[in-house]
């Protein structure tokens, strides 16, 4: 009698584990224990980006205000269709501000959160539901330090109530979205590299508007240098790898200025040599980043002393993000319509060509169904509409990197 109890009871768990596999197969889940799907894009051993396991590249948009239309309007949805306009055309990404430029736009946050995370949650669910792609950038302006009640400058003081507000935030945002599927990355800001070490900082402080939220002053501890930036990503990426050990990490700069280099050791306008260039770029990409952000808007740009077309900079700077084993995300690209609708469409074909050629392994351009500005804009309706289409054909025409 007890042998066949034992043999109905390992019958029956046979069955279970059977019907379980069955369950999983039809779901699409892996049929060995233990592999875990791969989440967003990747960086694996060799320096490579990866998706779903394999190289990618790929070209997306800035969709800067999907959020921040949600907390201007708490009734405003339109992300929604702005999201199945992107699947439509099979953008595959798009990179947003996840949080107010101005402090007031952080009102919601301090006042309702609850709130504040089911519009977030909504703009996740919309880019879900088109397959679209997301690299929320958490900073992009001067106002979470305005928020923590401390000057910029805290940015490079780990201690600080400014750095607490951004581990709190970080740690809200990546626990909150980390296994959506449409979470590609994470950035810490916007071209945080272009405000550091001026020669004529003074003139270049954060705003001062307070009906906005900011204070009513700003004084030299509004001023950034590139060792606190430095601080500043490198705390951010350690946070963000407590609760993330895979996705990309992002810092938001720029292409480094002309000058950089000499800005932070001389505070001068002096030109950078090569060397210094690539320095400067790795030393504002720190570790635990894993990828070389980089915005170009430029078809040539003096520097080197001499005048470097894009092809040639594009080139460079996939030699040293290569070297370095991190891909390189040209975070912004594009043309804008100051100088007529022809030379803008010309000067995109120039860089968006450029950047496929040199088979940047991610880039997005700037800027989808942003209101504000009229000559940059792209929506599927206006005169700028041709780029989605050629984004969408560069895209579908993409090969795996070698």
């Known amino acids: 009698m007890r042998k066949m109890m034992m043999f109905a009871l390992a019958s029956a768990l046979v069955m279970v584990i059977f019907a379980q596999g069955v369950s999983n197969a039809a779901a699409g889940m892996p049929d060995k224990p233990g592999k875990k799907q791969q989440l967003g894009l990747q960086v694996n051993k060799g320096g490579k980006l990866i998706k779903d ?3 990618y590249r790929g070209i997306g948009v800035n969709f800067f205000d999907a959020f921040i239309r949600g ?3 708490n009734n405003n949805t339109s992300y929604r269709e702005g999201f199945e306009a992107l699947g ?5 990404f798009a990179r947003f501000s996840v ?14 959160k609850q709130r504040y995370f089911e519009i977030l949650d909504d703009v996740v669910k919309a880019a879900e539901d088109n397959n679209v792609g997301l690299i929320p950038s958490f900073f992009w302006s001067f106002a979470a330090a305005d928020l923590a009640g401390d000057p910029m400058n805290r940015w490079g003081m780990p201690e600080s109530n400014l750095h607490q507000f951004m581990k709190t935030y970080v740690r809200e945002v990546v626990t909150r979205y980390k296994d959506s599927p449409a979470i590609w990355g994470w950035e810490f800001g916007n071209e945080y590299n272009l405000s550091s070490d001026l020669p004529n900082a003074s003139d270049w402080r954060p705003p001062v508007i307070p009906e906005l939220g900011t204070p009513t002053f700003r004084t030299q501890e509004d001023e950034l240098t590139h060792s606190m930036i430095r601080i500043a990503f490198t705390e951010f990426a350690k946070e963000v790898r407590k609760y993330d050990p895979d996705r990309i990490i992002i810092s938001g700069n ?3 200025r002309a000058s950089e280099w000499n800005q932070e050791q001389h505070l001068t306008w002096d030109q950078d040599t090569e060397e210094q260039f690539a320095e400067m770029l790795n030393k504002d990409n720190p570790d635990p980043m894993d990828t070389i952000s980089v915005h170009i808007y430029d078809k040539e740009e003096r520097r080197f002393a001499r005048t470097v077309p894009v092809e040639e900079l594009l080139e460079k700077l996939m030699k040293i993000s290569k070297k370095a084993k991190k891909p390189l995300f040209v975070g912004e690209f594009g043309a804008g319509e100051d100088q007529g609708h022809e030379v803008a469409k010309q000067n995109f074909e120039r860089l968006i060509t450029a950047i496929d050629d040199a088979r940047v392994p991610l880039s997005a351009v700037w800027v989808f169904d942003l209101s504000n500005q009229p000559t940059n804009t792209i ?3 206006n005169e700028r509409s041709y780029q989605l289409d050629r984004i969408q054909e560069i895209n579908e025409s993409m090969s795996d990197d070698d």
């Open 53 to 55: 396991g394999k190289p």
């Open 71 to 73: 907390l201007d309007d």
């Open 88 to 92: 439509e055309y099979g953008i595959p």
């Open 99 to 112: 949080g107010g430029y101005w402090p007031v736009q952080w009102k919601l946050y301090n006042e309702d």
């Open 254 to 256: 720029s292409i480094p």
């Open 379 to 381: 929506t599927t309706t």
